[in-house]
């Protein structure tokens, strides 16, 4: 890769009895790196590291983060102007093909987008088959992967990836939306090609026989946005998961629905329903603050401040703090005074005026404040993660193509301490106590 400095210096290793020299390099960033791809070999140990928190598992260079500072840039491009300035239809392109679409190519790829919104009728069976209280992320999760069934050749004849990648895009949206009808009980609404993304979903969502929707601009807008800045983000827990997947040489239906699963869980991109749910407890608790900042702080609750802290930002969060701003400016412009903002405010001010919070470098994260400004598109709390899995997309799409394409491509085997039981006889059945 372009940006990867093979380095003069060596790292050195001491061992018991023996010391080894080990590779370094260095990336475009200058984060540097020791390669242990021949520790085993040469000095028969492996490295332990709880959760990877400190394991490059691959070179990449879609996304770049620096939790310390707090940056965040996709392909190069600070985050914040990506987000002041880019449709996240101009970010999908971005992320995908490695540069921002000049007006041709960007229009070309919407095209694409609206070519190919609708899913098989087929698929439908799907949704009338789940039970009508089914999570809408199982939904998700079970209608990408099914998407291989229905269009197993997808790839084939599509050397740029174009229309590959905008296919999934585009569905994806079709099937929350449809999902989110389904669960109401509600006739779809299929897409329509005059529409460009953001307001295509607002429509297919929340058009109805009954009432007209007025998509507006102020909300097309918001929802651009929080597409954007959740576009990508390295190698988190669901995009580690992608490039698992991908590892194995399962097709990319396959590996964005695994990232759905990993995305579903709390600590992740679930924590956005989290928040809205735990907020919604502590209005409930007569807005009791110091109750939870308590409770987060006490080792034997499990409870946390959802939407707080960060494995990588030890400082805040830069798409929070763009997030806040859409927050305050959609609520402004829509009139809605929602009560879970104000607790959220001062949810934020208790915590990182407390000792507990500062010391380890707790600051809200994407998720504080983003469910806040779904509430206020209409988007219910349940399909909060769905919104957040539509985002990072793209992201995902980019880390598929890049494990898959990778020269150097090697099955993802991560190693294990055992810590087990040491060999033992077996024992028959009447003689176990
Ligand atoms: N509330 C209370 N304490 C916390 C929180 C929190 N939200 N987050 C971290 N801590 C504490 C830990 O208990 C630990 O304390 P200790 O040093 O006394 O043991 C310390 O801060 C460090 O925490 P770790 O768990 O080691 O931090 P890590 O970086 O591994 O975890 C995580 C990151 C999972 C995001 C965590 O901060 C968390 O659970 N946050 C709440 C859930 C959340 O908002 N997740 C979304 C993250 S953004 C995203 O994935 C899209």
Not at 127 to 141: C, E, K, R, T, V
Not at 308 to 315: I, P, Q, R, S, T
Not at 390 to 419: C, F, M, S
């Amino acid at each position: 890769m372009d940006g990867l400095t093979q380095m003069s210096e060596k790292a050195v290793l001491t061992l018991p009895g023996k010391r080894i020299e080990l590779p370094l390099f260095e990336g475009s960033e200058g984060e540097r790196a020791i390669d242990i791809g021949a520790l085993r070999k040469e000095a028969g140990c492996i490295t332990f590291d709880n959760g990877f928190s400190n394991t490059a598992s691959c070179l990449s260079d879609i996304c770049f983060i620096d939790g310390e500072k707090g940056i965040l840039r996709y392909r190069g491009y600070d985050i914040e102007d990506i987000a002041a300035h880019c449709t996240f239809v101009e970010v999908a392109y971005l992320l995908v093909h490695g540069k921002l679409p000049t007006e041709p190519e960007l229009k070309t790829f919407s095209e694409y987008l609206n070519e190919h919104s609708m899913i098989h009728e087929d698929m439908q069976n799907f949704f009338n088959g789940m039970p009508p209280q089914s999570h809408p992320m199982a939904i998700l999760s079970s209608m990408v992967t099914s998407l291989s069934s229905f269009y197993p050749h997808i790839m084939d004849a599509d050397p740029n990836f174009d229309i590959t990648a905008a296919r999934l895009i585009s569905k994806v949206r079709t099937i929350a939306a449809f999902s989110y009808k389904k669960s109401r009980g509600e006739p779809v609404v299929y897409p329509r090609h005059d529409l460009p993304y953001c307001a295509n979903f607002l429509n297919m969502m929340f058009q109805s026989p009954v009432k007209q929707y007025e998509i507006r601009p102020e909300v097309v807008e918001a929802l651009n946005k929080l597409l954007i800045l959740h576009a990508d983000h390295e190698q988190n827990c669901s995009t580690s998961t992608v490039r698992m997947v991908a590892s194995s040489g399962a097709n990319l239906y396959a590996a964005m629905s695994a990232g759905v699963s990993a995305l579903w869980g709390p600590y992740h991109g679930g924590a956005n329903q989290a928040v809205i749910e735990m907020l919604n407890e502590i209005i409930n608790d007569n807005m009791n603050i110091k109750k939870y900042i308590a409770k987060a702080k006490d080792k034997n609750d499990k409870f946390r401040l959802m939407g707080f802290g960060h494995a990588v930002y030890k400082n805040f969060d830069p798409r929070s703090k763009f997030i806040k701003g859409v927050c305050d400016n959609l609520l402004a412009k829509m009139k809605i005074i929602d009560p879970l903002l104000d607790v959220a405010k001062q949810l934020e001010e208790a915590a990182l005026s407390d000792s507990y919070f500062i010391e380890r470098k707790l600051y809200p994260n994407v998720d504080f404040y983003s469910g806040i400004i779904y509430r206020a598109i209409g988007i219910p709390t349940n399909m909060l993660t769905v919104m957040f899995a539509i985002g990072r997309l793209p992201g995902w799409i980019a880390h598929w193509k890049e494990t898959v394409d990778n020269k150097h491509w090697k099955i993802w085997r991560p190693r294990q301490v055992y810590v087990g039981p040491a060999r033992r006889d077996f024992i028959p059945m009447n003689k176990r106590a």
